[in-house]
T-cell receptor
């Protein structure tokens, strides 16, 4: 089955700096990669996703890049703010209905 | 629209007991998935149901089972509980049947003593 690895497990940045979280996947059939944000004590919520037919997608301060050849994708957050502090999960899907493989999560701490 | 509702929110059981968790999806969502969340392990896929049919199952022992009812509400059951089953169990519903956005509930936190 698919294996998704996520790094780093924790990330601390100064407010205003950029943050990058990286994920690798093993199944070349995976073609959809969402990112979920889970604030402390709250439920995970989708923040951005990318499909394998594009290499990059942006939404205001967040962007996701995908390298199909290397089987890795990354989340980029620019101009970080304290409210960006949360656990971020990457995930991969090969189109097997709604079965997703999640990474182990990255705890992002943005220091004011 | 009401969000995904999970009950109970917290429960404590002892080894060997069994537990049933319930999930009510967002109205109109027919896909319901279950995930186990533990520190450092992320979200591990348990199973997914769509229109009362289990379409996918994760790599969990047979002690973990689930079902979906005609109104899309879902239950999961864990029998013969083990200490390692202590976790947050998240239910997620989706409107789309394939690679849909997952809308998560707040979870049921199970502690096994």
């Amino acid at each position: 089955g698919e294996n998704v690895e996520q790094h780093p497990s924790t990330l601390s940045v100064q407010e205003g700096d950029s943050a990058v979280i990286k994920c690798t996947y093993s199944d070349s059939a995976s073609n959809y990669f969402p990112w979920y944000k889970q604030e402390l004590g709250k439920r995970p919520q989708l923040i951005i996703d990318i499909r394998s037919n594009v290499g990059e997608k942006k939404d205001q301060r967040i962007a996701v890049t995908l390298n199909k050849t290397a089987k890795h994708f990354s989340l980029h957050i620019t101009e970080t703010q304290p409210e960006d502090s949360a656990v971020y999960f990457c995930a991969a899907s090969s189109g097997n209905f709604n079965k997703f493989y999640f990474g182990s999560g990255t705890k992002l701490n943005v220091k004011p | 629209k009401a969000g995904v509702t999970q009950t109970p929110r917290y429960l404590i059981k002892t080894r060997g007991q069994q537990v049933t968790l319930s999930c009510s999806p967002i109205s109109g969502h027919r896909s319901v998935s279950w995930y186990q969340q533990t520190p450092g392990q992320g979200l591990q896929f348990l199973f997914e149901y769509f229109s009362e049919t289990q379409r996918n199952k994760g790599n969990f022992p047979g002690r973990f089972s689930g079902r979906q009812f005609s109104n899309s509400r879902s239950e999961m059951n864990v029998s013969t509980l083990e200490l390692g089953d202590s976790a947050l169990y998240l239910c997620a519903s989706s409107y789309t049947g394939v690679q849909g956005e997952l809308f998560f509930g707040e979870g049921s936190r199970l502690t096994v003593l």
